[in-house]
């Protein structure tokens, strides 16, 4: 990282290796090798510096830091950044849930916003758990939380269950 405190750099694992060493291990393996940080995170989680808190029965965290570099034109922190953090969490908490070869995808997210974050290099965590998981579909809800444990954003999500095996033959492709 640059001591420059207005510039960022940083570097990721090819996502077409982590996508193969995950659907090559069990949810729950993979998942707790990554909250022990023995598993390479994704690219948009070296991005915006999410790492997971904690992994429970159908309760996953996930934390990042309100800094700076995420600010809007307003100056607080873009909800995007907020969201995606929520999103992250909202997905991984059914893919814990799922038998292995299964994962699942965003197919929408609604997030309310209840009050602004500021880039205060403070540490923001989404809470995600399990709220329903079908054959095809799941739901899931979460909220988002200041480093005083106020309520910043909170959120649902319906994914679409799909096979591991699908993914992996349209990222080879």
């Keep these: 990282m640059s001591e420059n405190p207005r510039e960022r750099c940083f570097t990721w694992e090819d996502p077409r290796e982590v996508a193969r060493a995950v659907f090559s291990s069990e949810n729950q393996a993979w998942l707790h090798a990554l909250l022990e940080r023995k598993f390479p995170a994704a690219p948009v989680a070296e991005l915006i510096g999410m790492y997971p808190e904690s992994i429970e029965d159908g309760s996953i965290g996930f934390a990042m830091h309100a800094n700076e570099w995420m600010a809007n034109p307003a100056g607080v922190i873009h909800g995007g950044m907020t969201s995606t953090l929520l999103d992250t969490a909202l997905t991984l908490c059914v893919i814990a849930r799922l038998p292995t070869g299964k994962m699942c995808t965003t197919t929408n997210l609604n997030v309310q916003f209840v009050r602004p974050l500021f880039?205060?290099?403070?540490?923001?965590v989404a809470r995600g758990s399990v709220v329903h998981i079908g054959a095809t579909t799941a739901t899931s809800e979460g909220r988002v939380y200041d480093s005083r444990n106020r309520l910043i954003a909170h959120g649902t999500?319906?994914?679409?269950?799909?096979d591991s095996a699908s993914i992996l033959r349209s990222i080879e492709a």
């Design 119 to 124: 880039p205060s290099g403070e540490k923001i």
């Design 157 to 162: 999500a319906t994914l679409a269950i799909i």
